[in-house]
């Protein structure tokens, strides 16, 4: 299946998916009256709205560049992303807000052992499909499907603390448990949350490929640069699933310019071999705009 399609295809179906754990959850919390189950059933709310948000993103990214914009649409992923990130937080500020009120009077729980059944087996289909969001977001390189799978996996360790802690409440009796369970809910909510918005602004402030990659495209560039005298001045940035890399190559000054050309497809040929969906621009010039003594062809890293 071609990568935009199963790409749109896994954004579609996380509606359904993130709606049927909500009912799950919700159903859980009415079940127990649990304030923690409640919390966990607020923070489902947050995935649905998150996978309406990735799927007009995903759509969005994949629009072809047009005049008013020339690069095209990729960065549309990293907004749904920011916006994920907000609205978890406001979910965690409703949970603090649920959880001070409970701590004032906390109430026993009603049928505590089916409502932890109920929102285990909501857990359960947020874990099989966490993975496979992440690991397509990973093979796609989809910013939106890989926050979503990482906030859905929030949601998976969320739920197996909240079971955990309420074992133990009903096992002890200590009602208080159910409300303190929902504030440590909600700080690790605020902290996911802040580690996507954070991601998705490094990607909006085009920030560069990491060392592992900068080197082996240092390495595809030399190996491809045959003829060439230097190449310098490289920059990488990453925009959603493409990679836009630029770099001046210095030439002898008598080489014509369809030899000079046939080196840039060549490497241009071999970056895209090594990054399917790389962007590709290279600045020629003459031997007298080397920044290394003459010899043979380097990728200087100044």
């Known amino acids: 299946m071609p990568s935009k399609q199963r790409v749109a295809r896994l954004a579609a179906w996380s509606i359904p998916v993130a709606l049927a754990v909500l009912a799950l959850k919700f159903a859980a919390w009415w079940i127990t009256d649990s304030v923690a189950l409640y919390s966990d059933a607020l923070e489902s709310i947050v995935n649905v709205i998150a996978a309406f948000f990735a799927l007009w993103a995903i759509r969005v990214s994949h629009l072809p560049a047009d005049d008013n914009h020339p690069f095209g649409h990729h960065k549309a992923e990293y907004l749904s992303a920011v916006v994920e990130g907000a609205l978890i937080i406001v979910a965690a500020l409703l949970i603090f807000r649920e959880a001070f009120f409970a701590l004032q009077s906390p109430l026993p729980l009603e049928r505590p052992w089916a409502g932890l059944v109920v929102n285990a087996a909501g857990g359960a289909v947020n874990a099989a499909w966490a993975w496979v969001l992440i690991r397509a977001g990973r093979q796609e390189k989809s910013p939106a499907l890989d926050a ?155």
């Open 148 to 302: 979503d799978g990482r906030h859905i996996l929030t949601d998976v360790w969320t739920s197996a603390g909240v079971i955990v802690g309420l074992v133990a409440a009903v096992s002890t009796g200590w009602v208080i448990l159910d409300p303190l369970l929902a504030i440590a809910v909600a700080m690790n909510i605020v902290y996911q949350g802040w580690r996507v918005i954070g991601s998705s602004v490094q990607g909006l402030m085009d920030v560069g490929v990491d060392a592992e990659q900068s080197m082996r495209i240092r390495e595809v560039i030399s190996s491809n640069a045959g003829g060439a005298l230097e190449v310098h001045d490289l920059k990488t940035r990453i925009a959603g699933r493409a990679t836009f890399i630029e770099f001046h190559l210095v030439v002898d000054a008598a080489m014509s310019v369809g030899d000079s050309h046939v080196i840039c497809d060549r490497i241009e040929a071999a970056l895209k071999a090594e990054i399917p969906s790389v962007r590709v621009v290279i600045h020629v010039e003459p031997d007298d705009e080397a920044k290394l003594p003459r010899g043979t062809v380097s990728v200087p890293f100044a």
